[in-house]
């Protein structure tokens, strides 16, 4: 069993090493973002809720996320593990994990300090249907605009403008950066203890690549 949060504010490059170590480790990443999108465009009643509250940077309820969560993990792709990607965002919602008996093998924390952030997601594109992240810049499709896999078109997410950015940058330090002391006091507690998750914090302005390989070494060891 392999399950891994990841932790970093928005842009900190989750979804992109989310999708290395999916395919490392032959585990499916969950990615909140991804499945509220989902529900937006399927115009579902969830994604009527969550669609004003992500455009204004803020967090959808708690509730709302731990069902959507409990109901996912129950997938029989999630037999091995899974790759929590923005999710937990709050001190419930990591709660809620600990009560549903869900043990965490290891947090990674990806560090990019704001005004590294508001210059990086100008620059991100996504292909809607499979979350796929690119970067203009720093990891460009082979075709620009175009999905390396699918051929379809890339995609600015509306939320990816820069006074929203900064709006989620002030939800992520006041509502999610706590999780940082409550897996690192979990981690130490535990040291000894099998249930206790590693910890392991990583400088998320190196290369993807570096970022990468400093990760997979991490979880190996
Ligand atoms: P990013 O990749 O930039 O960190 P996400 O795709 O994870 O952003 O999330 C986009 C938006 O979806 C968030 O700004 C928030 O409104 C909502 N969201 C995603 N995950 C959660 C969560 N675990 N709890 C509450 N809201 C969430
Ligand atoms: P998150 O899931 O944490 O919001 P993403 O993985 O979507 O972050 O990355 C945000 C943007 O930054 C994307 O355009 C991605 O290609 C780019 N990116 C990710 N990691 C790095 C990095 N180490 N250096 C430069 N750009 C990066």
């Known amino acids: 069993m392999m399950r891994i949060i990841l932790l970093g504010p928005p842009g900190a490059g989750k979804g992109t090493q ?40 803020g967090l959808v309820s708690d509730d709302l996320i731990i069902n959507l969560v409990k109901e996912r993990i129950t997938k029989p792709d999630c037999a091995n593990g899974c790759i929590f990607d923005g999710f937990p965002r709050t001190i419930p919602q990591a709660q ?23 210059k ?7 292909h809607a249907g499979s979350g796929r992240v690119y970067h203009i810049d720093h990891n460009p499709p082979k075709q620009e605009g175009i999905d390396d896999v699918t051929g379809e078109a890339l995609i600015q997410r509306e939320d990816d403008k820069e006074s929203t950015i900064r709006e989620r940058l002030a ?24 249930s206790a998750p590693d910890y392991d914090k990583f400088d998320g302005t190196q290369a993807i690549d570096t970022v990468k390989q400093q990760i997979l070494t991490a979880l190996k060891g």
């Open 18 to 57: 989310a999708q290395f170590i999916s395919k490392e480790y032959d585990i499916p990443q969950i990615s909140t973002g991804d499945m509220l999108r989902a529900a937006i465009k399927e115009g579902s009643e969830l994604g009527q809720q969550a669609q004003g509250i992500m455009n204004a940077g």
């Open 96 to 118: 809620a994990l600990a009560e549903a008996d869900v043990a965490i093998n290891h947090v990674i924390e990806i560090s990019v300090p704001d005004d590294e952030i508001v």
């Open 120 to 126: 990086r997601l100008s620059g991100r594109r996504q």
């Open 171 to 194: 939800t992520y330090h006041q509502q999610t950066s706590t999780l940082v002391g409550f897996y690192q006091d979990q981690a130490k507690q535990g040291a000894n203890a099998n």
